[in-house]
């Protein structure tokens, strides 16, 4: 990858230009032309070294409902069951992982209660049990990847506070992400683009954006990189048996670790599943995940139970949230 790309990548993971011609300012801080900025971008989003660029929502901010859920797909099924899981539109990410448990997937949908009827709709489908982790506690959400080799950073990015409730969606709001869930448009203006596609204003557009952003519905606005494409070969899934009593002043901790992209309280599933503490880890090596959880390891001691590390296999699926 040239020095360009990985510089735009560097720069452009988060606080996206709220403003008439975002692009241009961004290109004139990296010091290109904003034609070469577009050029680039849309070769980085056609050679899958992005996966996406644009607003990413938070569900639950927004008075939906969000959820991680595993099955176990029989080698022979697994491919069949990961095209049925991923044809569903609430389903936002998928991963196979090394596991009994071998398929991991995210449920967003727009009202709490379709969660259940999605992880039923699953079951039905392919008979095989559905084991819902929905979140009880988030300590930390934020990773960014550095394109050149160097190790990825932890940034936070708006999260659902404790006193925080989920705000209801005016029908501007529903147009407004139904318009940009995608991605933005690669064009000069692109929330001028926007406001043509809901019939409505430029500044209406931006300033909305910005109120959701301040809110918390949207986490950041931004590119998110494929990992696997910038050498983060190594995708783990820690999880860890903490006590209850425990567990929350532990997990703001493990959250706090630089290299922790994700960090949740999920409940147990026993006697299937023990762990009840999840963080998220990236490297470039599972030699050095190995080393990231021997220091998450100490940093738990005997409170630590015991634990596992689900390494990813595959990315079958990663898109944003999607509202029909």
């Given at each position: 990858?040239?020095?360009?790309?990985?510089?735009?990548?560097?720069?452009?993971?988060?606080?996206?230009?709220?403003?008439?011609?975002?692009?241009?300012?961004?290109?004139?801080?990296?010091?290109?032309?904003?034609?070469?900025?577009?050029?680039q971008l849309r070769d980085l989003l056609d050679?899958?070294?992005?996966?996406?660029?644009?607003p990413l929502y938070h569900a639950e901010r927004?008075?939906?409902?969000?959820?991680?859920?595993?099955?176990?797909?029989?080698?022979?099924?697994?491919?069949?069951?990961?095209?049925?899981?991923?044809?569903?539109?609430?389903?936002?990410?998928?991963?196979?992982?090394?596991?009994?448990?071998?398929?991991?997937?995210?449920?967003?949908?727009?009202?709490?209660?379709?969660?259940?009827?999605?992880?039923?709709?699953?079951?039905?489908?392919?008979?095989?049990?559905?084991?819902?982790?929905?979140?009880?506690?988030?300590?930390?959400?934020?990773?960014?990847?550095?394109?050149?080799?160097?190790?990825?950073?932890?940034?936070?990015?708006?999260?659902?506070?404790?006193?925080?409730?989920?705000?209801?969606?005016?029908?501007?709001?529903?147009?407004?992400?139904?318009?940009?869930?995608?991605?933005?448009?690669?064009?000069?203006?692109?929330?001028?683009?926007?406001?043509?596609?809901?019939?409505?204003?430029?500044?209406?557009?931006?300033?909305?954006?910005?109120?959701?952003?301040?809110?918390?519905?949207?986490?950041?606005?931004?590119?998110?990189?494929?990992?696997?494409?910038?050498?983060?070969?190594?995708?783990?899934?820690?999880?860890?048996?903490?006590?209850?009593?425990?567990?929350?002043?532990?997990?703001?901790?493990?959250?706090?670790?630089?290299?922790?992209?994700?960090?949740?309280?999920?409940?147990?599933?026993?006697?299937?599943?023990?762990?009840?503490?999840?963080?998220?880890?990236?490297?470039?090596?599972?030699?050095?995940?190995?080393?990231?959880?021997?220091?998450?390891?100490?940093?738990?001691?005997?409170?630590?139970?015991?634990?596992?590390?689900?390494?990813?296999?595959?990315?079958?699926?990663?898109?944003?949230?999607?509202?029909?």
């Amino acid at each position: 990858m040239d020095t360009l790309s990985k510089n735009i990548i560097r720069h452009l993971q988060i606080d996206f230009p709220l403003c008439s011609r975002p692009y241009q300012q961004t290109a004139s801080r990296l010091g290109i032309t904003e034609d070469i900025l577009l050029t680039q971008l849309r070769d980085l989003l056609d050679n899958k070294i992005l996966s996406r660029f644009g607003p990413l929502y938070h569900a639950e901010r927004l008075g939906g409902g969000l959820t991680l859920a595993a099955l176990r797909a029989a080698e022979h099924e697994f491919d069949a069951v990961a095209d049925y899981v991923n044809s569903l539109p609430e389903v936002a990410h998928n991963y196979a992982r090394e596991h009994e448990l071998n398929m991991w997937f995210v449920i967003a949908t727009e009202k709490p209660e379709d969660i259940a009827r999605v992880i039923n709709k699953i079951h039905l489908h392919t008979g095989l049990p559905v084991y819902d982790f929905p979140k009880q506690k988030e300590y930390y959400l934020g990773l960014k990847l550095n394109p050149d080799g160097q190790a990825a950073e932890s940034f936070a990015v708006n999260t659902l506070k404790k006193n925080q409730t989920s705000a209801s969606l005016e029908s501007f709001d529903r147009l407004l992400i139904q318009a940009t869930q995608a991605g933005l448009a690669l064009c000069a203006q692109p929330y001028q683009e926007v406001a043509n596609q809901i019939g409505s204003d430029e500044n209406s557009v931006i300033q909305r954006l910005q109120t959701m952003l301040e809110q918390g519905m949207i986490r950041r606005i931004g590119v998110v990189p494929n990992h696997y494409k910038l050498g983060y070969c190594s995708n783990g899934m820690t999880v860890w048996d903490v006590k209850d009593d425990v567990v929350d002043a532990l997990g703001q901790q493990v959250g706090q670790l630089d290299f922790v992209s994700h960090c949740y309280r999920r409940p147990r599933h026993l006697p299937k599943w023990p762990y009840n503490l999840f963080a998220m880890v990236h490297a470039r090596s599972h030699e050095e995940i190995q080393q990231q959880i021997e220091k998450i390891k100490t940093l738990l001691g005997a409170h630590n139970q015991q634990h596992d590390v689900l390494f990813s296999r595959k990315i079958l699926k990663k898109t944003g949230l999607r509202f029909s």
